[in-house]
């Protein structure tokens, strides 16, 4: 499901692709592709964003950030000038290197993250130029294989979607990487204008909503919770007596084992009964990319324990009866 938006989210997860103009080359020798690295390691330093995967191919590159502060399109324009005022001085050319503005869609980190990092890394696969991910030298799959350092590539909040021990999910990581290789194109991860928003209806209308559009209507199903009908005493009040952890505790600093739990438990099912990142953010009092970084790593556990995952299912059954 997509739908398109002009803003963009603080928080939010993007997966940009920039090609060359009238898709020529842009990359002539590996100094060009250390070069783009090296201005991109440069743009991460001065303009902070999280850095999930990256792939440079001949003629155009994929990137799958998460964004702080700094806007998507700011950083891009800084790289893009930056990259094409270097090529155009070494190949002593004029005109535009790259094709217009660079495409930035805005996807579900919960639905999306493991899968787009593994669309992106199998792209030299894909285009037959390697027959393994980690023989393309101009990627970041290596770095989560511990090939390479991690360097710029925020590998943990990927890696930990697949075990708790870095050496066991960098291999869970690289058999499920070695399973999409037959998968192919996705229409999906690459046919969409800037602003298109990729993910459930619930996502797209609290996030439609949180950047103060006006929200779409969902039809068809009894138990969707919009984003405006989204109950946070009621959630917080279901918390508390399910995890027995009181407000003052999860809303708090407190690290213990209950008031983690009580904290995730929170995020998870606010995010899923349409409640927008700032407003869970608030609650709890921290931003919104530790908040993503923690649903993951709940999502994982509800996952792989079936007590997380009864704990989660009885606080969601209770909240929805309560709004009925």
């Known amino acids: 499901m997509a739908r398109k938006t002009r803003a963009e989210v603080e928080g939010g997860l993007y997966h940009v692709i920039t090609r060359g103009n009238n898709r020529r080359q842009i990359f002539n020798s590996p100094a060009d592709y250390e070069k783009f690295l090296s201005l991109l390691a440069i743009q991460k330093i001065k303009l902070p964003f999280f850095l999930y995967a990256y792939c440079l191919m001949s003629n155009h590159v994929h990137l799958l950030i998460e964004r702080q502060a700094s806007a998507v399109g700011r950083i891009m324009h800084r790289l893009s000038t930056g990259y094409a005022q270097y090529y155009n001085r070494r190949y002593r050319r004029v005109g535009h290197l790259l094709q217009g503005r660079h495409k930035a869609i805005l996807c579900q980190s919960d639905r999306y993250l493991s899968e787009l990092v593994r669309y992106i890394h199998l792209n030299p696969v894909r285009a ?3 027959n393994k991910p980690e023989d ?6 290596r770095a989560y294989l511990a090939m390479e350092p991690p360097g710029m590539v ?11 021990k870095k050496g066991i999910a960098s291999e869970r990581y690289r058999q499920f990487v070695a399973a999409g290789i037959k998968q192919g194109h996705c229409e999906e991860f690459y046919a969409a204008d800037e602003g298109r928003i990729l993910g459930t209806e619930e996502f797209i209308d609290a996030t439609i909503h949180r950047i103060g559009e006006p929200k779409r209507e ?20 279901e918390v508390e007596k399910i995890c027995r952890v009181s407000r003052e505790e999860f809303c708090g600093r407190s690290k ?14 606010g ?25 993951d790593a709940v999502r994982l556990r509800v996952q792989e324990n ?10 969601i059954k209770q909240y ?3 709004n009925d």
């Open 128 to 130: 037959r130029i390697v």
């Open 136 to 141: 393309y030298e101009y990627s970041s799959h």
């Open 154 to 164: 925020d590998v943990d909040p990927v890696l930990r979607h697949f075990g708790a």
């Open 218 to 237: 969902v039809r068809g199903s009894k138990n969707a919770t919009t984003a405006s009908e989204f109950r946070p005493d009621r959630l917080i009040a």
């Open 256 to 269: 213990s084992a209950a008031v983690v739990t009580a904290k995730e438990m929170l995020i998870l099912i």
């Open 271 to 295: 995010l899923q009964v349409g409640a927008s990142r700032r407003v869970l953010s608030e609650i709890i009092g921290i931003s919104s990319s530790a908040l993503s970084r923690r649903c």
């Open 306 to 315: 079936v007590e997380t995952r009864a704990l989660a299912a009885d606080i």
């Open 320 to 322: 929805r009866s309560g």
